[in-house]
């Protein structure tokens, strides 16, 4: 049964740090391509950054290059996203999210998510 | 960067009914289009991928169409479980989701 686990969600003030974990299982962690993909609270989906499966390619959405770091552990099979400078609209249920194998970015598999709270 | 629009953005209707859902691309998109049942505290469900193929375990009632940048969900008749906010995502460049579209009970 494929699973993907997310943790390391909690509150944390403007200008902080946090780094979220996702620990996949199921399936072969290290050919797939993974994603972050956040949702503020009653609001709509927003992709966050993306990892190759070697980690050769990643890319960030504009809202958070710069500031956002992912990387993955494939020995590990785990996923993770390094989160600086925290602002206020970075408040969301982070998913992490795996792209079906060969299909040029399709979004198949999607963890429960972790809560993040930027808030003073 | 790509917008997606989906109309409308609720939409209330009865157990049994035909609901459509559109959703539009700023640019074409050729058929990389994807869409997501979501339901309150739950993650996004995946329907349909590459605009019209349904992805396993996804009942038959649900069935999308379109290329380019016009794009259609259709519910043939609406259950008691479909009750929830449906978003489109095109991955044709990067990804972007459409803002949701609620179905409610009328």
């Known amino acids: 049964e494929v699973q993907l686990v997310e943790s390391g969600g909690g509150l944390v003030q403007p200008g902080g740090s946090l780094r979220l974990s996702c620990a996949a299982s199921?399936?072969?962690?290290?050919?797939?391509?993974m994603n972050w993909v956040r949702q503020a609270p009653g609001k709509g989906l927003e992709w966050v950054s993306f990892v190759s499966s070697s980690s050769t390619s990643v890319y960030y959405a504009d809202s958070v290059r710069g500031r956002f770091t992912i990387s993955r552990d494939n020995a590990k099979n785990s996923l993770y996203l390094q989160m600086n400078s925290l602002r206020a609209e970075d408040t969301a249920a982070y998913y992490c999210?795996?792209?079906?194998?060969?299909?040029?970015?399709?979004?198949?598999?999607w963890g429960q998510g972790t809560l993040v709270t930027v808030s003073s | 960067d790509i917008q997606m629009t989906q109309s409308p953005s609720t939409l209330s209707a009865s157990v049994g009914d035909r609901v459509t859902i559109t959703c539009r691309a700023s640019q074409s998109i050729k058929s990389w289009l994807a869409w997501y049942q979501q339901k309150p505290g739950k993650a996004p469900k995946p329907l349909i991928y590459q605009a019209s193929n349904l992805e396993s375990g996804v009942p038959s009632r649900f069935s999308g169409s379109g290329s380019g940048t016009e794009f259609t969900l259709t519910i043939s008749s609406l259950q008691p479980d479909d009750f929830a906010t449906y978003y489109c995502q095109q991955y044709n460049t990067y990804w972007t989701f459409g803002q949701g579209t609620k179905v409610e009970i009328k």
């Open positions: 199921g399936f072969t962690f290290s050919t797939y391509n």
């Open positions: 999210v795996r792209e079906k194998f060969g299909s040029s970015g399709y979004h198949d598999f």
